[in-house]
């Protein structure tokens, strides 16, 4: 395997492009009390999941089933080339939309009209960044505090002055040296800090740090290793194989203000795959549960101190990691829950007071949404894993689902009102022969793979239905009980975020560029538009100059999106992969 190279600290010189406020569009200051009551605003969407509610619900009507028919591209952005696509969240905040087109490239462009106020181009080291398998994600921002802040994939965080993209900091927060590498997830602001987590769930090092940085000096206040933090963690890795455990947080998390907690879903162990098959607990590259990858771990968030943790993937051997960044918080039966989903295409829901001490989270319940899969028989309604199919080394056949997941990074939505849930599922499986690698040398941050693989349909459902091709889901749940109220089915799997509004609407980015919006109680397609790329990033909902506004990215060319060509053939096989738009409708 090829050694990756450390690189000294980075203060890198960026690059701003003032383009001139071709508009009055100029947003206000956004302070910790106006995020903290952003479920009260839905004029705005200023953070990644929209509020602290995880919902990616607005109550804006103004677009409805009755008038949704109507809806027309009002205007769109173009950047420059977009490596692999666009799969940022837009924010939009009082008129002004932010969005990342790529690593390093921020721009907030006039939300009425799509002229670009200001563009920032950060200058990336290259040689750590395309060290990475990640390279050039950026999957969005954070805004607070006068400032808008973007990770990085070589490891900094930079904040930029909101109004004039100015750089205020550009630091960086992780080095490389115990084989970490960068940022691809969207910042969250918590009070006066700015909190996000590593990538690295592949590569041999430790520890998968998340963390906490002051927003207004850009200096970490606190850190939270994934892997190798506490003894308990170091215990659960046999032979000192923590040091080479791989770990992270990729993506963004979730606030709970009540417990003043952080709730963050964790990446897969290294190496990917094991060869051991049934004895792990004893032998292998990574003997024992491996905590906390493939976990939720709930912090503290001032200190970053362990609160509570559940593993959701016990000594995972799949990589259906925890990492999911969707987090929903939904009281009933007399408490408050937390709703997860895994890769695994399980959804668990926690007890959200069941916090303190570091001990294990409560689990209400956990259902099986993914409808294909086979690595295990099921889930109990505690949490725990039922009949796992284990991958020794050697060649296994037809494994279900594939290694991107029933579920993947892209975030469903909950509309509070009617109590439904609606998330997609990908059903592929696929053909894996895994073989044992030689251990690299610890915190080295070489590619730590135990398997090689190629994907295929599924040949049949849980149920022991038929499946001739893979294919896709878009479920409306209950989510506390799972309890099913409607499904339709895509040919092409969903891989974009999806959007609820108080309009009655579910809206739906494409795979093969279709930006649907359907009827949230029935499913019922209503309006439809060819966007001409696929989409794998984010959709929101704003208001200004009195006009509700529908913002969706499109782009095409992620890790998941690779398989589609060999899947299905046209239109991915010709689809390009750097190139996207910032897309936004009106009536």
Same mark, same amino acid.
């Given at each position: 395997?090829?050694?990756?190279?450390?690189?000294?600290?980075?203060? !890198?010189?960026?690059?701003?492009?003032?383009?001139?406020? !071709?508009?009055?569009?100029?947003?206000?200051?956004?302070?910790?009390?106006?995020?903290?009551? !952003?479920?009260?605003?839905?004029?705005?969407?200023?953070?990644?999941?929209?509020?602290?509610?995880?919902?990616?619900?607005?109550?804006?009507?103004?677009?409805?089933?009755?008038?949704?028919?109507?809806?027309? #591209?009002?205007?769109?952005?173009?950047?420059?080339?977009?490596?692999?696509?666009?799969?940022?969240?837009?924010?939009?905040?009082?008129?002004?939309?932010?969005?990342?087109?790529?690593?390093?490239?921020?721009?907030?462009?006039?939300?009425?009209?799509?002229?670009?106020?200001?563009?920032?181009?950060?200058?990336?080291?290259?040689?750590?960044?395309?060290?990475?398998?990640?390279?050039?994600?950026?999957?969005?921002? &954070?805004?607070?505090?006068?400032?808008?802040? +973007?990770?990085?994939?070589?490891?900094?965080?930079?904040?930029?002055?909101?109004?004039?993209?100015?750089?205020?900091?550009?630091?960086?927060?992780?080095?490389? !040296?115990?084989?970490?590498?960068?940022?691809?997830?969207?910042?969250?602001?918590?009070?006066?800090?700015?909190?996000?987590?590593?990538?690295?769930?592949?590569?041999?090092?430790?520890?998968?740090?998340?963390?906490?940085?002051?927003? /207004?000096?850009?200096?970490?206040?606190?850190?939270?290793?994934?892997?190798?933090?506490?003894?308990?963690?170091?215990?659960?890795?046999?032979?000192?194989?923590? /040091?080479?455990?791989?770990?992270?947080?990729?993506?963004?998390?979730?606030?709970?203000?009540?417990?003043?907690?952080?709730?963050?879903?964790?990446?897969?162990? &290294?190496?990917?795959?094991?060869?051991?098959?049934?004895?792990?607990?004893?032998?292998?590259?990574?003997?024992?549960?491996?905590?906390?990858?493939?976990?939720?771990?709930?912090?503290?968030?001032?200190?970053?101190? #362990?609160?509570?943790?559940?593993?959701? +993937?016990?000594?995972?051997?799949?990589?259906?990691?925890?990492?999911?960044?969707?987090?929903?918080?939904?009281?009933?039966?007399?408490?408050?829950?937390?709703?997860?989903?895994?890769?695994?295409?399980?959804?668990?829901?926690?007890?959200?007071?069941?916090?303190?001490?570091?001990?294990?989270?409560?689990?209400?319940?956990?259902?099986?949404?993914?409808?294909?899969?086979?690595?295990?028989?099921?889930?109990?309604?505690?949490?725990?894993?039922?009949?796992?199919?284990?991958?020794?080394?050697?060649?296994?056949?037809?494994?279900?689902?594939?290694?991107?997941?029933?579920?993947?990074?892209?975030?469903?939505?909950?509309?509070?009102?009617?109590?439904?849930?609606? +998330?997609?599922?990908?059903?592929?499986?696929?053909?894996?022969?895994?073989?044992?690698?030689?251990?690299?040398?610890?915190?080295?941050?070489?590619?730590?793979?135990?398997? @090689?693989?190629?994907? /295929?349909?599924?040949?049949?459902?849980?149920?022991?239905?038929?499946?001739?091709?893979?294919?896709?889901?878009?479920?409306?749940?209950?989510?506390?009980?799972?309890?099913?109220?409607?499904?339709?089915?895509?040919?092409?799997?969903?891989? &974009?975020?999806?959007? @609820?509004?108080?309009?009655?609407?579910?809206?739906?980015?494409?795979?093969?560029?279709?930006?649907?919006?359907?009827?949230?109680?029935?499913?019922?397609?209503?309006?439809?538009?060819?966007?001409?790329?696929?989409?794998?990033?984010?959709?929101?909902?704003? +208001?200004?100059?009195?006009?509700?506004?529908?913002?969706?990215?499109?782009?095409?060319?992620?890790?998941?999106?690779?398989?589609?060509?060999? #899947?299905?053939?046209?239109?991915?096989?010709?689809?390009?992969?750097?190139?996207?738009?910032?897309?936004?409708?009106?009536?």
């Amino acid at each position: 395997m090829t050694r990756w190279t450390s690189v000294a600290a980075v203060k !890198a010189i960026s690059a701003v492009a003032f383009v001139g406020f !071709a508009s009055q569009a100029i947003s206000a200051d956004v302070s910790w009390d106006r995020l903290l009551n !952003a479920h009260k605003d839905d004029n705005n969407w200023m953070m990644y999941h929209k509020d602290f509610t995880g919902h990616h619900h607005s109550g804006l009507n103004q677009i409805n089933k009755g008038n949704v028919k109507n809806l027309k #591209l009002a205007w769109q952005h173009t950047p420059a080339s977009s490596k692999r696509g666009i799969q940022s969240f837009p924010l939009a905040v009082d008129g002004v939309v932010y969005y990342t087109s790529s690593s390093g490239v921020i721009h907030a462009v006039d939300g009425t009209n799509g002229s670009l106020i200001w563009s920032h181009t950060a200058k990336i080291d290259v040689e750590r960044a395309e060290g990475t398998f990640y390279n050039p994600y950026n999957r969005g921002l &954070a805004i607070g505090h006068g400032n808008v802040y +973007m990770g990085t994939t070589d490891g900094r965080l930079i904040a930029l002055d909101a109004k004039s993209g100015k750089v205020v900091w550009d630091n960086e927060i992780m080095s490389v !040296a115990k084989g970490n590498k960068g940022f691809t997830g969207a910042p969250m602001i918590v009070k006066d800090m700015v909190v996000l987590g590593a990538n690295g769930g592949e590569l041999s090092g430790c520890c998968g740090p998340i963390y906490a940085v002051d927003a /207004k000096k850009g200096t970490v206040r606190w850190q939270f290793d994934t892997i190798g933090g506490d003894q308990r963690s170091r215990d659960s890795w046999g032979n000192d194989s923590w /040091k080479i455990g791989g770990g992270g947080g990729w993506m963004t998390g979730h606030y709970d203000a009540k417990q003043n907690t952080l709730w963050w879903g964790t990446a897969n162990p &290294a190496p990917d795959y094991d060869y051991i098959g049934e004895d792990w607990m004893n032998n292998g590259p990574r003997p024992g549960l491996n905590l906390y990858s493939s976990s939720v771990v709930v912090l503290d968030a001032d200190s970053g101190e #362990l609160s509570a943790y559940f593993q959701e +993937m016990p000594h995972d051997a799949w990589d259906f990691d925890s990492a999911v960044g969707e987090f929903l918080m939904v009281e009933g039966g007399g408490k408050r829950n937390m709703v997860h989903p895994n890769k695994g295409g399980i959804i668990f829901v926690y007890d959200a007071d069941s916090v303190g001490g570091g001990n294990e989270l409560a689990v209400n319940n956990a259902y099986m949404i993914g409808e294909t899969y086979n690595y295990i028989k099921g889930v109990t309604k505690d949490g725990r894993l039922v009949g796992r199919r284990e991958l020794p080394e050697g060649k296994h056949m037809d494994v279900c689902p594939a290694i991107d997941g029933s579920i993947s990074w892209n975030t469903g939505a909950y509309n509070p009102k009617s109590g439904t849930h609606f +998330m997609v599922t990908q059903e592929f499986c696929f053909d894996i022969e895994v073989v044992n690698p030689e251990r690299p040398d610890d915190f080295s941050g070489q590619a730590y793979f135990g398997a @090689s693989w190629t994907s /295929k349909g599924p040949k049949q459902k849980v149920d022991g239905t038929p499946v001739d091709a893979a294919y896709g889901t878009l479920q409306a749940r209950e989510p506390l009980s799972g309890k099913l109220k409607w499904r339709v089915e895509y040919k092409y799997p969903v891989l &974009a975020s999806l959007l @609820s509004t108080g309009g009655g609407l579910v809206f739906v980015p494409g795979a093969d560029g279709m930006f649907d919006a359907r009827d949230a109680d029935t499913g019922k397609l209503l309006w439809q538009n060819n966007n001409g790329l696929g989409h794998h990033g984010g959709v929101i909902t704003y +208001m200004a100059g009195g006009k509700q506004y529908v913002a969706v990215v499109t782009g095409w060319g992620s890790h998941v999106s690779g398989n589609f060509p060999g #899947l299905f053939g046209h239109p991915f096989t010709s689809m390009p992969t750097d190139a996207g738009n910032l897309m936004v409708f009106s009536l």
